[in-house]
């Protein structure tokens, strides 16, 4: 039995496959009354979608949103709210030569043998086109969130060796690779092209921040925060590392340099020096921002000669075809806020009702 189920409060359930008719997300436990439209979740949904740049997969889909029902009015009713969007670009005869071969870094062989069959049309279930029905989702999550006060901003961090310098988040949505730091941007995405045109792919980092959070959120033992947007994030296809705040740079520091040090500020608010935890004390909200950052491997469809083998075991070699993102990075970057928002919007309706 799959878990395509997330979180416990505000709960999610996200179905289809890549090249099937529709994928989509139903959403459980949202409040009623939250004024939601189709173009909040459009939005978010054009950030995923595929074709956005010359440095992405150039398969062309318009990801419309159909809102089937929880939503009247442009308002929520407190029921669930299924949502759907239709594949209309899927070309699934690309994938036909390659159904019982095992390509080389993806989840081929591991789906075999667990479920003794699989959509071998663009990896069905495993590929990053299940993300859709999150981000529409998060969407909703997002517009709760807001009206608490708190955003969720995400960025490509690094790409390669190529790392951001100067953080301006006016400059995220000002480059198709979602950089931060212009001058970084441009070079991130000359490397980009170049192992495109290699047939060859790159990783990087995704860097996600969320402010105005109220302190308190979280528990202390097994729903730590931390622990729960690490096993959101890593749930994300094609991630392969998850830190907050420092990470594993504490690894080579002394601990009087990793504490954050309080203070009392002009306002009579207590408040920190340094944010090096990342915005977390015991799995437990501070009321810094939340910082937390993923590592995301190069993407596994290259258009390269690989060695690999069929379901007999017989020697292949495989040049995968289809339309593939030389890098994950830019769109997993609205793909990554959804996932912490989905994370934050249960635990700030879950500490609502414990303190009812």
């Excluded at 039995?1 to 416990?8: D, E, I, K, L, Q």
């Excluded at 092209?193 to 921040?209: L, N, P, Q, W, Y």
Aim: hydrophobic share 35%; glycine share 12%.
């Amino acid at each position: 039995m799959a878990a395509n189920s997330f979180g416990r409060f505000f709960r999610i359930t996200t179905w289809g496959e890549s090249h099937g008719p529709a994928l989509g997300v139903v959403v459980d436990g949202c409040p009623a009354g939250l004024e939601i439209c189709a173009e909040d979740i459009q939005y978010e949904l054009d950030r995923r979608r595929p074709g956005q740049s010359r440095i992405t997969t150039q398969r062309k889909e318009a990801d419309a949103i159909e809102i089937l029902s929880g939503v009247f009015d442009g308002k929520t009713l407190g029921t669930p709210i299924s949502m759907m969007v239709r594949n209309t670009d899927a070309k699934s005869k690309s994938y036909e030569d390659i159904k019982d071969v095992y390509r080389p870094g993806h989840a081929d062989f591991t789906y075999d043998k667990k479920y003794g069959r699989r959509d071998h049309r663009g990896g069905g279930r495993s590929s990053a086109r299940e993300t859709v029905g999150r981000v529409a989702a998060a969407a909703i999550a997002k517009k709760i969130l807001n009206s608490h006060g708190v955003t969720t901003t995400g960025y490509v961090k690094q790409v390669g060796d190529i790392v951001a310098q100067d953080i301006d988040f006016d400059q995220i949505e000002e480059n198709p690779v979602r950089c931060p730091d212009p001058q970084a941007a441009e070079r991130m995405i000359d490397l980009i092209e170049s192992v495109r045109k290699e047939g060859d792919s790159v990783g990087g980092t995704v860097e996600v921040v969320s402010q105005g959070l109220p302190t308190g959120l979280g528990e202390p033992v097994f729903n730590k925060l931390d622990a729960d947007l690490a096993r959101a994030l890593m749930s994300i296809g094609g991630i392969r590392g998850f830190e907050m705040g420092m990470g594993f740079g504490v690894i080579e520091r002394k601990g009087s340099q990793v504490n954050d040090l309080m203070y009392k500020k002009e306002d009579g608010t207590l408040g920190f020096k340094t944010n090096n935890s990342g915005g977390l004390l015991g799995g437990i909200t501070s009321g810094a921002d939340l910082v937390v950052r993923i590592a995301i491997k190069p993407t596994s469809s290259i258009s390269q000669v690989q060695d690999t083998v069929d379901k007999e075991g017989e020697k292949i070699q495989l040049r995968v075809k289809g339309r593939h993102d030389p890098c994950l990075c830019p769109r997993a970057v609205p793909i990554a806020e959804a996932m912490v928002n989905l994370v934050l919007v249960d635990h700030l309706l879950i500490s609502k009702l414990s303190t009812i």
